[in-house]
């Protein structure tokens, strides 16, 4: 790996930019939408959660290069008149903080378990590849939809949208720790022989302080990219679930919900409503993925294209 | 269920010369397969016992008979001459024998028996899945060959680059865009349901007007466009794996033309991995069309549970559940034993 990093090096940050300038691009793009989610409080001109605030009289208008618009409102307002400039940046902050907590949940149950699994072998590691293979082939958005539709139909809307987001990560989150598992164990299962641990092992250190202190350090950059891609495939979880009726309340709304609930708007004429929340979401996405295909490549040149 | 079949059981056969052998090669696929459909019946049965669960926990089975209105006293009678009453062990045992029987209750919107409701439904999820399947097998096989028979060309690496914008983008989204241009924007293209069908004995089908199928282009599209990247993809990687082999490589030498390599070499080697990971989408697939019929407002499964979920229509939705559960087993099983008469190291015939 340091002999593939190193003609990156030589040629200077510059050359590393050029030749990965996909990469580069969505890295930049990420990073602003990012920050333009976590600083929403303070960067919207208006507070889309405070529905005195809102005036009937100003929905539907569209953005700033059409005809009628309203200088107050950049993107346009939705059907409620709620500026939708404002509702898309603390849309993408709570699409965000779901998608980023359900893949800590993802991690904080698949990495031990991969660790366990390539560090111990034997009959913990089929049971953990078992499981593993189980809960991949049972399909994540299937299991959260149909998770989430059985609390709604036991428990009713209401108490769906009061815990939407804790439920959204669990659920989001229990689904897919196999795939930080799998790369976890495998990772581990090749760290496993070299000299260190051994040495390591010879010196009297519990296992545990191996694993912990020593081979998960020099297993984090594949955990890196499978979070990085994680994210993603969380963000469009939700999403999809939101705009199935199964997430975030329209009184929360994230990407998916001002979706589904622009979505009738399309026929009446304003589809900036659904269209413009759904460009930021494919941006988001796309970047994410191309960001973790480069990392993908850098780390594995192997892998290159696949 | 879930895990790779071994199909290593028969592998030590294929090169048999022996007829007895052969017979033994038989009978081993035999009782391979025969394992496989003792396995599927357990996974149904559990996932049966889940579904009887899940109404025990949500619903009141007494509410699908007699509606809200009714006293509790009487209630206590109805309950008890119904059998309500009795250790769930033996309700489960009436609920599974009724299952047997295709009784899984009674829908409480639309009054009749939930599985007569869902099946009515089937046609319409199937056709677009049908519409969408063809449009991903049509596109994706020479697609994918493409990419893997000449991996450095422009035209190879921007349908990979794009690849990944499609997988980037959510299925309702894909809809939602096809919507805005080719039904609001340009007309030429129906936005929601079906259009006009035709009643084929129990399957209603939109296959046979002009008009139902105008209405299928959007929605399969939409659905096809989630599945397409990832075949490409894989396609390509096991084509890339095959004709790296050498069998391709003899093929060539002895003068064999390459797209005779490629299609009756390498791609009939590469399907067998594609139809295993194809089995494994079923799951996803439901979940997208679920979501392609809620977009397009489709009269399918799908649109008919997410009805049942927002009026807590507790026996239709179990019952949703065991059959997509069903419909999971069905294609995982037909996929293990498909992928066994696929591979062209088995003979079932003893001819080789």
Known sequence: MKGEAAPYAARGVLGFAIENSGACLAAILLGAIALA???????????????????????????????????????????QGRD???AILYGTRISLTVGVLAVAIQAAIGVPLGLLAGYRGGGIDSLVTRFADIQLSLSTLMMAIIALALFRAGLGGDALSHYAVPLLVVVIGLAEWPYFARTARASTQVEATKDYVRAGRALGGSSFGIVWRHILPNILSPLIVVATTQVAGAVMAEAALSFLGLGMPVTKPSLGTLIRSGYDLIFAGAWWVTVIPGLVLIVLLVSVNVLGDALRDALDPRLKGR | MLARPKLGLCHDYWFAADPMISIKALAGALAFIAHRLAQALLVMLAILIIAFAVRSALGDPLREIVGEAVPEVERETLRHKLGLDRPWPVQLASYLSGAVHGDLG??????????????????????????????VLLLSLPIGIYCAVRPRAIGARLILGLSVLGISVPVFLT?????????????????FGRGQTVQLGFWETSLLTLDGLKHLVLPALTLSSIMLPLFIRLVRGAMLDELGHDYVRTARAKGARPLRVWLRHALRNALIPLVSVGGLQVGTLVAYTLLTETV?????????????????????????????????????????????MLDPRISLEGTR
């Open chain 2, 106 to 135: 009674t829908s409480l919107i639309y009054k009749r028996p939930t599985l007569q409701v869902i099946l009515a439904k089937f046609p319409a999820s199937f056709e677009l899945v049908l519409g969408a399947s063809l449009i």
């Open chain 2, 175 to 191: 809809g939602i865009f096809l919507i805005t241009i080719f039904s609001v924007w340009l007309g030429w293209l129906p936005a």
């Open chain 2, 296 to 340: 397009f407002q489709w009269p399918g499964m799908g649109f008919l549970f997410l009805e049942a979920v927002t009026r807590s229509d507790i026996p239709l939705i179990t019952t949703y559940l065991v059959a997509v559960g069903f419909l999971f087993v069905f294609v995982n099983t037909l996929v293990d034993i498909a992928s066994l």
């Open chain 1, 84 to 86: 939708l400039l404002s």
């Open chain 1, 37 to 79: 989610a976590a600083l929403a409080p303070l960067i919207a001109p208006y507070n889309p959660f405070d529905l005195s605030s809102l005036d009937v009289l100003d929905a539907e208008l569209p953005p700033w290069w059409r005809e009628g618009s309203d200088p107050r409102f950049l993107l346009g307002t939705d059907a």
